[in-house]
């Protein structure tokens, strides 16, 4: 994370911020917004269990609105703070609308498709690459993901989905 500048993580605070809004809805607390020169283009949560739309994470939604605003599908130039790292389709649809940086949270060993289990980005033959940047306040990301599931479930239940620390 070499990087990382000074409004890293102030943006990434704002993403937490969106996350803490998810559980009110019953949503998995996963915040993220899509930020060009400085300027906040979009900003989101899960919203997958009140629109019942299996694409309806946040990264798809600020993506969608970002694209909207700018009347652009290309959002170079652009910065997608999110607190987990992205799936597989979040990661897919980062590369395909050209955005230049990725900076997320927690590690998702499970389904991170930003260098976890595997690495949409950097895939050489894929014609866009996205600098990525993860761990940022992974603490906090993590913790509200965990207590997200603990208030959801039986503590001696598995929540479904581990989010650990990453290994370097």
């Not at 998995?28 to 019942?52: D, F, M, Y």
């Not at 694409?55 to 959002?75: D, N, P, Q």
């Not at 897919?92 to 498709?113: C, E, H, N, T, Y």
Request: contains cysteine; charged residues 25%.
């Amino acid at each position: 994370m070499t990087t990382l500048r000074t409004e890293d993580i102030a943006f990434m605070r704002l993403a937490l911020e969106q996350a803490g809004q998810a559980p009110a809805l019953g949503e998995v607390p996963i915040g993220t917004l899509l930020v060009r020169k400085g300027e906040i283009l979009a900003r989101a949560h899960n919203l997958r269990e009140a629109s019942q739309d299996p694409t309806a994470h946040a990264e798809m939604i600020v993506i969608r609105e970002a694209a909207a605003k700018l009347g652009s599908w290309r959002l170079t130039e652009c910065t997608l703070y999110v607190t987990l790292e992205p799936c597989p389709m979040c990661a897919g649809a980062i590369v395909q609308s050209r955005i230049a940086r990725l900076v997320f949270g927690a590690w998702d060993p499970k389904a991170g498709a930003c260098g976890s289990l595997m690495d949409i980005p950097a895939e050489p033959r894929l014609n866009h690459r996205v600098r990525v940047e993860g761990g940022l306040l992974e603490g906090e990301s993590q913790t509200l993901l965990q207590e997200f599931f603990r208030s959801r479930r039986n503590p001696t239940k598995s929540d479904g989905i581990h989010v650990a620390p990453r290994s370097t």
